[in-house]
């Protein structure tokens, strides 16, 4: 694993089946929006020893036209919405801020929970990404330091505790800690 | 300590030691084994789209 520079990430892995099943959904999805990947897969890309039947992804707020020619093109693609299969109903559930979730067809997991950024928070993750080089494509991922900060401050699970650890170990030399405990701070007193 | 404290230690320290193996090893060794765990459980797991939802506490789906 290459830290090369602040966005930029190299791994040399094995694709897992989830990589697989993500870069082929990345793939179509930045053809139509800007995108960022958050949560427990960026954990997992980085070497967790964990599995995960989801993949979190935020993508800006789009339009109807653009959100259906997505859908059509995942369609195309054998993904389909597990919320749904009426595009304008999966379009709703995310203009009230519900995630929806796309899988491939006659399966449930893995699939990719897609939502709109509905706070502050998601914005900073959509707006300061890393892109992770990988053998068969890019992945975009949230900065390590929120993705630490909001693990430990808000999300607080074991799981989540655990995946904050291995990033912080495994990116020591690589983050800027300063930044993790400006997040740490943000986040405590928007969620208080 | 309890039982749950003792075991989320137990936990971390394994965390601390698989991360340190993911340093010092090829990326292609670490993420072989890594694969193990991930594409094992992923063709394990079935269940029906009502029982995921309900897992996951989600409410807004059609049937």
Known sequence: MKFIDKETIKIDRELSDLDNFTLDFIKILEKNTDYVIVSGYVAILLGRARASEDVDVIIPKINFSKFQSLYTQLKKNDFYCLNSEEVSTVYDYLKDNLAVRFAKKDTMIPNIEMKWTKSDFDKIALENTIDVVLSKGKIRISHLELQIAFKEEVLKSPKDLEDARHIEKIAESYLDKELINKYREQLREFYK | ?63
Do not use: P
């Open chain 2, 1 to 63: 300590m309890s039982f749950t404290s003792k075991n989320q230690k137990e936990r971390m320290r394994f965390v601390d030691k698989w991360a340190e193996y993911v340093k010092t090893h090829s990326d292609k060794d670490w993420s072989r084994q890594q694969n193990m765990v991930i594409n094992s459980s992923l063709k394990s797991a079935s269940m029906t789209r009502e029982q995921f939802f309900k897992m996951k506490g989600e409410k807004h789906f059609q049937i």
